[in-house]
């Protein structure tokens, strides 16, 4: 195959002793006419091979009657105010609705805000929201183009009328509201006059302001920065009980946690309580107990725990380590309520504000989607997906325990009837890697089938068996979906995330491919039927295991990742995942990158999977210069003739806030592409519609 061609470049540099050639790296340039240049051509040349795939036209079809289904998110209430977002299957955005009681959100409500209308491609997206505790601002944060600039404005509620007040240059955070509704808080970034989603520069130390309603940007006032330390972040909150604003301090992705507090005076913001003042466990705010908060913590509890603690910081045990792992607890009206992973399956646990009382709230589903609930009121909200239905949301009596199925939330009917589906779960023996099978259930799989698996592995983030609006496609086509439960992730508490963490990261591959090796080994399917995709980390994953493994592998899908990992730490935000990943710069955290970096694992003359490497131009996250240089390195050496191609979609980012049809048209490209190069016959049953 002839591929576009990618220019070569004489550019090598001495790193630890290591002589390491870049030939690729003008790619490093979004700007660049050259680069533009190479991804028009790129993406002309992927569309020429994916328009002659047969099964192009069915996941097409497909996609888009999933994406046509009505939905809608899980409820929250705010201030009085009951708030939901909604989709009829025709908006490229939610569309937020709000209401006086939950009645009335259930038989409609008020549009309060479409998004819809922010952009003409429908690619502006609503990132957060919160209300003024008076309940009369509604403060949103629009991202642009799928980027991670935020820029905040208002909303009289009960109007609904836009309220002139604007800011701008803020990331990785939420307006959050003083008591007296004068004024939020935000996390800014400085730009120099850039902020358009396509830059990569390192991102210069954060700030913490406090933005006066009404006042100019310009006369903001800086509560926290620690100028020397860029990957510091600050993600403020009020107490319930109003007396103080909760700062929690991180480091990058390192989940151990600093927390200060700061009185809330009439004057404003007194000077910070230093309640733990050094970053060696994760610890979490939840609530006010009289004097004491009440935190969610790991320190000497690797499943985690909740405490009582005083402001210096002495912990109490409230509800100790048990053997399912806490992911999130929330204050209720009646005290606390527990969201824990039981082998990767969520459970609801409802406490009295002492941690005593313990009642399991029987809500079935196979991944959260959201938890909503406040010390003000009794309802507590739940949404829960499955592999092949995207939310049911419940509304549960903290005090009684009572649970309501919501499935009058989602106005209207149509689109894709998903498969009845059968999910096992699976240990891959040797290494004890737990994993999702998950099959049709009316279909034959005494014979190995084709198959896809997704992976993660990483920032202690669990994976579940949830929904991803490609899972219901490549499942009624008579694909087996296989989930895995990685090292790294955050199904077994600390411990199993430092497990795959910098020194140990290669245990995340050689987890996966024992996955891979145990689905083979079983008959369930065999190399020439696998396909494994993954996204950010999970495209690390994925660039990882083509390159050491590629014989198991007949398909490759890395989207969004990681993929140079002697140059992540330079773009954007990359130095802050130096939790996970380590740093270039540390001479042993060098040679422990270099050992599995999935660019400089590419051997010439290899034959690779038939692999597809989707991106976005404005991800200012894992900027697309990953996928860009991966993909030039890999159609230079690849000796098969399966193809290595790239997709890179114009004006998204890393994924959030995508348009529904820009979702539906990737999707099906991925999908088409697995099914082509692992056999699937997606004319087996079609789907129905």
């Known amino acids: 195959m002839t591929y576009p061609e990618s220019r070569r470049d004489d ?7 290591h002589e390491i050639a870049d030939p690729y790296r003008w790619l490093e340039d979004p700007d660049a006419d050259d680069t533009q240049d190479w991804v028009r051509r790129q993406n002309a040349f992927t ?10 036209a069915w996941f097409q079809r497909t996609m888009s009657a999933i994406l046509a289904r009505p939905r809608a998110g899980v409820p929250v209430k705010k201030a009085g105010w009951y708030f939901a977002g909604r989709n009829d299957g025709t908006q490229a955005q939610d569309v937020i609705y709000v209401a006086e009681s939950l009645d009335e959100l259930l038989t409609g409500g008020r549009v309060l805000i479409d998004p819809n209308t922010l952009s003409a491609d429908g690619t502006d997206s609503l990132g957060s929201f919160t209300v003024s505790p008076d309940g009369k601002y509604f403060a949103y944060g629009i991202n642009e183009s799928g980027s991670d600039w935020t820029t905040f404005r208002l909303l009289d509620i009960a109007t609904g009328t836009p309220v002139d007040d604007v800011v701008s240059e803020a990331k990785f955070s939420e307006a959050t509201w003083l008591p007296d509704s004068s004024a939020y808080l935000y996390l800014h970034y400085p730009t120099s006059g850039r902020s358009e989603g396509t830059e990569t520069t390192s991102l210069a130390a954060g700030r913490l302001m406090l933005h006066k309603v009404g006042s100019a940007q310009s006369e903001d006032q800086l509560v926290l920065t620690i100028p020397d330390k860029e990957q510091y972040f600050y993600a403020p909150e009020v107490s319930d009980d109003d007396r103080y604003l909760v700062v929690h301090i991180t480091e990058g992705t390192d989940p151990s946690t600093r927390l200060w507090v700061y009185p809330t005076t009439s004057d404003g913001l007194g000077e910070p309580i230093k309640v733990v003042d050094e970053f060696t466990d994760e610890i979490a705010f939840v609530r006010m107990s009289g004097d004491h908060l009440v935190l969610r913590t790991d320190r000497d509890a690797s499943r985690g ?58 809500v079935p589903g196979g991944g959260v989607v959201g938890l909503n609930a406040s010390p003000e009121y009794d309802e507590l909200f739940i949404g829960l997906s499955t592999t092949t239905d995207p ?103 600390t411990d199993w995330h430092d497990a795959g963490r910098l020194k140990n990261k290669q245990n995340v591959f050689d987890d996966f491919i024992a996955v891979a090796e145990h689905l083979r080994d079983t008959g369930v399917t065999t190399p020439g039927q696998l396909a494994m995709h993954g996204r950010s980390n ?9 390159t050491q493994r590629p014989d198991l592998f007949a398909v490759a899908l890395p989207g969004v990742g ?128």
Do not use: C
């Open 47 to 56: 569309e020429d091979e994916l328009s002659g795939y047969a099964e192009r």
């Open 391 to 493: 939310t049911l949301s419940y509304v549960v009596s903290t005090g009684s325990g009572e649970v309501r199925a919501l499935p009058e939330l989602v106005r209207g009917s149509g689109g894709f009837t998903p498969p009845q589906v059968t999910v096992t779960r699976q240990m891959a023996p040797g290494r004890d890697v737990p994993y999702f099978l998950i099959t049709r259930s009316d279909l034959d799989f005494s014979t190995p089938r084709p198959t896809l698996m997704w992976g993660y592995g990483g920032f202690r983030i669990p994976i579940q068996a949830d929904y991803r609006p490609g899972w219901p496609a490549w499942l009624a086509a008579g694909g087996v979906l296989v989930i895995a439960n990685l090292r790294g992730g955050g199904e077994y508490g």
């Open 538 to 546: 999970g495209g690390l994953l994925v660039g990882a295991v083509m």
């Open 305 to 362: 725990r909740v405490v009582l603690s005083t402001l210096d910081g002495e912990f109490t045990d409230l509800i100790p380590e048990g053997e399912a792992t806490l992911q999130a607890v929330r204050g209720t009206a009646n005290g606390l309520a527990t969201l824990t992973l039981v082998d990767a399956q969520s459970v609801l646990t409802l406490y009295a504000l002492d941690g005593s009382g313990a009642r399991v709230v029987d």
């Open 11 to 17: 550019v090598v540099e001495t790193l630890h002793g």
């Open 562 to 689: 990681v993929l140079d990992m002697l140059r992540f730490h330079k773009f954007t935000v990359g130095a802050a995942w130096a939790s996970d990943y380590g740093l270039p710069d540390d001479p042993e955290q060098f040679e422990d990158l270099l050992a599995y970096s999935p660019l400089h694992r590419v051997s010439d003359g290899t034959a690779y999977p038939a692999t597809l490497v989707v991106t976005g131009d404005h991800d200012d996250r894992v900027v697309p210069l990953h996928s860009h240089k991966f993909i030039a390195t890999l159609q230079h050496a690849q000796s098969d003739p399966r193809p290595v191609l790239t997709r890179v979609e114009v004006n998204t980012g890393h994924g959030f806030g995508k348009p529904a049809a820009m979702v539906a048209a990737e999707w099906a490209d991925l999908l088409a592409f697995a099914a082509h190069h692992v056999g699937l016959d997606v004319g087996l049953v079609p789907p129905e519609q």
